[in-house]
């Protein structure tokens, strides 16, 4: 769907969100075969399956504040299994000297299946994603990282 350029080197972007205006609260078809409008988008987990699944992939995170400080985190050997293991993602590890993140914002997230508000795999008692804005996510017990959660559109977090 969109390419984007880094240090020299291609990524198909997997998820965007930049106006806040598309709901990401979404149920399990709807993650598996994506959604968007003209800005924002979910590529969809079947699709992320088909570009990793054979042949992992370097994965690289990218968020800006609302003070326009691009924050980046790389992992090596991402890849997102199938349908038949609810697209669990699991990835080698994370790759510091390209990211600029204090730490690894997806090291809860590791070896886990896909959780909507419909389709509860993680790893706590009640639903992840009800709890976070009914995103769906990779949860492992409600961790730290929800990227599709509800959208920060002030600058209270000073993420979007």
Not at 40 to 59: A, E, N, V, Y
Request: proline share 1%.
């Amino acid at each position: 769907r969109l390419v984007q350029q880094a240090d020299g080197r291609t990524f198909q972007v997997i998820q965007h969100r930049s106006k806040g205006c598309l709901s990401f609260a979404r149920g399990w078809v709807e993650y598996v075969r994506g959604f968007s409008d003209d800005t924002d988008f979910w590529t969809g987990l079947h699709k992320i399956h088909q570009l990793t699944g054979s042949s992992p992939k370097t994965l690289r995170v990218e968020a800006t504040t609302w003070s326009d400080v691009l924050y980046v985190g790389e992992y090596s050997g991402f890849s997102v299994g199938s349908a038949i293991n609810s697209y669990t993602m699991n990835y080698g590890s994370y790759l510091s000297s390209s990211s600029n993140m204090t730490s690894d914002s997806l090291a809860h997230n590791n070896g886990m299946q896909f959780s909507t508000m419909d389709r509860d795999n993680d790893g706590h008692s009640a639903s992840c994603s009800v709890s976070r804005g009914n995103a769906g996510w990779w949860f492992k017990a409600c961790s730290r990282s929800n990227p599709n959660g509800l959208y920060r559109d002030t600058a209270s977090t000073d993420m979007h």
